[in-house]
């Protein structure tokens, strides 16, 4: 089984959203409300208050899936958030040993 974690912008929810409901044997997801800034070598700040301040608002997205379908979220992922400008965002997915749905039986 595969993690997929992702960092979007909020505005890229509605549109992510939908077009994963229409992959077949999408396991659901879990969104959380983040905030995070970029590396420093990306934007140009002015001043130190600037630095301290710099926290713009994203959504974490986590998915628990099979293997197969993994390649499949990613790319769909990128598709419907990428703008091509700084802070859009990153994916990621991590190997999970094991993992049990609670409603399924195991």
Do not use: H
Request: proline share 5%; glycine share 4%.
């Amino acid at each position: 089984m595969i993690e997929l974690k992702a960092i979007i912008r909020p505005n890229k929810l509605s549109a992510l959203r939908l077009m994963l409901m229409e992959t077949p044997d999408f396991p659901g997801m879990t969104v959380t409300r983040v905030e995070g800034c970029s590396a420093p070598s990306k934007t140009m700040k002015a001043n130190i208050r600037e630095e301290l301040t710099d926290y713009s608002a994203k959504i974490r997205i986590e998915i628990v899936c099979n293997d197969e379908i993994a390649e499949i979220l990613m790319e769909k992922i990128v598709t419907v958030c990428k703008t091509g400008q700084v802070g859009d965002g990153v994916v990621w997915y991590t190997s999970v040993p094991k993992a049990y749905f609670i409603s399924k039986s195991t």
